[in-house]
């Protein structure tokens, strides 16, 4: 057998080629899912972005650190705001062409496809996997999906509703549902919606004859239901998910008679200052790896066409889904929400 025996220089240049090599095919395997190497380079030079969401900030947070694990060299610097701030934020910066979002991430898709000659033409490298019933605009993506469930805590609920029928039963009242107030946002306006036009105009008299307590979003409605303040919390799945995750006393339900979905819409700005971070940020986000993060980690459901895999209790071939036709979604939530205002004596 003949040996070869390699100089301190021949080691260390064998040495370095190999390091190439492996970072080329690592960089090869993520062009194929996350863009192409060129994309990948820029967004380091670039080294962040500026992500506006109206999505809550713990999840947000987590899915930032995610991405940070497979691109260590993007920084996101998140502004975090309710849905009609944000919206009303966006406008005015760019009204004074100071828009400094990078990439902006909303929950209600009709407000964003106003705004829609704001974003740049964008598509994930995926985007043949998504179903195409969800966009409202070429630019805008469903990076986010959310899913309306039945939370109860195990402390003091022994038999908990399990369907939206359930929640008009005397039995669950006075003041021991927790829920979300219509105006709060386009997840909320997705929920009543669906209420309404799945049960019938007399709906909510019924459900607020049992009194429900009323919150100005999801997540003092969930930490309500921690403490104990209410024993059942019509809740989105994940913020429900979550707080079960880390320990409290929850046990969640996705209705029998129908689960309403609510897809958020997210693109990357024209007034980008850096767009390449900001598409690898979303390239990633909607990339399966990503979606399996959210569902897993997080609670989220999935807009891609196979998901790949379900949360516990959720199988879309036996519970019914359900998303609001876009046209309806648009035209009618100005007087239903002034309906359900007047129906649950809330005044804004």
Known sequence: MTRTHLTRRQFTTAAAASVATAALGARGAAAQEYGPAELIDAAKKEGKIVYYTADFTEPEQEIIKAFNKRFPFVRVEMVRAPGGQLITRIKTEAAANKLLADVVNHSDRGLM?????????????????????????????????????????????????????????????????????????????TRIMFERQTFGDDYWKKQAATQPVLYPSGAPTADALVRGEVSIGVLLYNIAYMKKRDGAPLEIIFPSDGVPLNYYAAGVTKAAANPNAAKLFLNWCMSEEGQAFHIKELGYLTALKKPPFNPPGYDPAVIKTWAPNFEQYQSLRDAWIDEWNKTYGYRQ
């Open 113 to 189: 496809k106003d705004i829609a000659d704001l974003f740049q033409d964008y598509r994930p490298p995926n985007a043949d996997a998504y179903r195409d019933d969800v966009q409202v605009s070429p630019q805008l993506w469903p990076k986010t999906t959310l899913g309306w469930s039945i939370a109860y805590n195990t402390e003091l609920e022994q038999k908990p509703p399990r369907s939206w029928m359930d929640l008009c039963k005397a039995e669950y009242g006075p003041k021991k549902i927790g829920q979300v107030i219509a105006p709060s946002g386009g997840t909320t306006w």
